[in-house]
């Protein structure tokens, strides 16, 4: 396992405009398809290949573990426990604050 390719500025950038979206009231999909064309350049193809796999159904926890070298473990841990007790846009609040 390499240590994530993701900057910590693109990191805080992207849960602001997760945790804005979401919270806003749309859907992951829309979230990601959203940041997959105007969100950070790094992040841009995981934001797509995360939105085509919550198109299919697929948990963001299950889609971002595809994802897992890319990304800080704590990320994607943190991330599994909001989607789980419904608190995604406040986890993506709090990752923010810490990548700042």
Same mark, same amino acid.
């Given at each position: ?11 805080? &950038?992207?849960?602001? $405009?997760? @945790?804005?979206?979401? #919270?806003?009231? %749309?859907?992951l999909v829309q979230v ?14 995981? &934001?797509?290949?995360? $939105?085509? @796999?919550?198109?299919? #159904?697929?948990? %963001? ?40």
């Amino acid at each position: 396992m390499g240590s994530p390719t993701y900057s910590l500025a693109a990191l805080a &950038a992207w849960c602001r $405009a997760l @945790r804005h979206g979401h #919270g806003a009231g %749309l859907t992951l999909v829309q979230v990601f398809r959203s940041q997959a064309r105007n969100g950070p350049a790094e992040l841009r193809p995981s &934001a797509e290949r995360i $939105a085509q @796999r919550l198109q299919l #159904g697929e948990s %963001l926890e299950d889609a971002l573990a595809v994802e897992k070298d890319r990304f800080p473990s704590m990320f994607i841990d943190l991330v599994g426990i909001g989607e789980q007790t419904g608190h995604l846009p406040e986890m993506f609040g709090e990752l923010e604050r810490y990548f700042q």
